[in-house]
């Protein structure tokens, strides 16, 4: 089973992502700003077929404490979806892995 991380849950394009993975019974985190919106994603996903959907109020934008709530999260987490207005999260990792390619 997949465990994905969504950042920036709260947007078109992961919701839409995330819609198709839970069909195939995957377990989220779901981290966006707003948790009465990641509350409805989180219960919308588990109607799709999603085995889990965790919440995780972020604001990615913030302080290097939230980012580190997150990115700690990353690490347990077998594939990543990183939506829209997030650049703060793990540049290094995204260029060490472009490095590796």
């Known amino acids: 089973m997949s465990r994905i991380l969504v950042l920036g849950a709260t947007s078109a394009i992961a919701q839409a992502y995330a819609r198709r993975r839970a069909a195939q019974g995957a377990s989220f985190i779901l981290a966006a700003r707003r948790e ?17 959907a ?16 997150v990115v700690e999260r990353v690490t347990v987490t077998e594939h990543y979806l990183l939506a829209e207005k997030v650049p703060a999260i793990a540049p290094d990792r995204r260029a060490r892995r472009r490095a590796s390619v």
């Open 54 to 69: 965790e919440v995780l109020v972020a604001d990615l934008a913030a302080s290097g404490e939230t980012r580190l709530a």
């Open 36 to 52: 009465d919106r990641l509350a409805a994603i989180a219960a919308d996903l588990k109607a799709c077929g999603a085995a889990s």
